[in-house]
Structures are given as C-alpha cells and as structure tokens.
C-alpha cells in the first residue's frame, strides 16, 4: 500500500523560512512525477511546484524564486524548501506522486491535482506576525 507523509509545516513570522518533507513508501518504482500542492483556508487546492523523474522543475509563479523542490529518487523523498515566506502562503500543504501511467513532465499538467495517483495527509504551514 503507497503512503505518502508530510512533515515539517509549522508557524512562522513573514520573511521566515520551513522546509517539508514527504516520505513515499509501498511504491514499486519511483514516481515519475511528484508534487507540491496547498489549499489556503476557503479556497481550492492549487499546484506549487513540481518535480518529474529527471528532475526537471515547474513552479507556480507566486514562489518563484522563493520555494526550491527537490527529490531524492533512491529514498523516495520529496522536499520542499521554502524561504521569503509571506502571509499569502498560509495553507495547508499536499504532496502528490504520480506512480503509474503516462510519464508526467513537470510542465503545465504537473500542476493540476488531477494528474496524482496518491497524496499525503497535509501538513499546515502559518505564517504570521
């Protein structure tokens, strides 16, 4: 069975700095495509960043230049180092594999929630003064 666990969100002032992990296990073969996805409190769940197999990068444009996506293809773990944090990131934070299927090239389609097989349970990122 694939699982996949979040960990390191916390509460930080703006200007701070978190980095999350996920830990994907039960997995046969590397996901060819991973992702970071939030959802701010009322709001839909949107694409952040992410990764494919030769780890090749997207970004969605609001944390450009601020959050940096990593993966390590031998433990199967994702992570996500974000920096400069503001108000606006506040929410809670989804990583997503995908496992089978097409190869999925982190591109336009690597942002959309549809395109993952399997996601973590969430970890809450605040930030605030």
């Known amino acids: 069975q694939v699982h996949l666990v979040e960990s390191g969100g916390g509460s930080v002032q703006p200007g701070g700095s978190l980095t999350l992990s996920c830990e994907v296990s039960?997995?046969?073969?590397?996901?060819?495509?991973m992702g970071w996805f939030r959802q701010p409190p009322g709001k839909e769940r949107e694409g952040v960043a992410a990764?494919?197999?030769?780890?090749?990068?997207k970004y969605t444009d609001s944390v450009k230049g601020r959050f940096t996506i990593s993966r390590d293809n031998a433990k199967n773990i994702l992570t996500l180092q974000m920096n400069n944090l503001k108000p606006e990131d506040t929410a809670v934070y989804y990583c997503?594999?995908?496992?089978?299927?097409?190869?999925?090239?982190?591109?336009?389609?690597?942002?959309?929630?549809?395109?993952?097989?399997?996601w973590g349970q969430g970890t809450q990122v605040t930030v605030s003064s």
């Open positions: 990764i494919d197999f030769d780890a090749a990068t």
């Open positions: 039960g997995v046969p073969d590397s996901p060819t495509c």
């Open positions: 997503a594999a995908k496992e089978n299927g097409p190869y999925l090239y982190a591109d336009y389609y690597s942002m959309l929630p549809a395109q993952y097989n399997y």
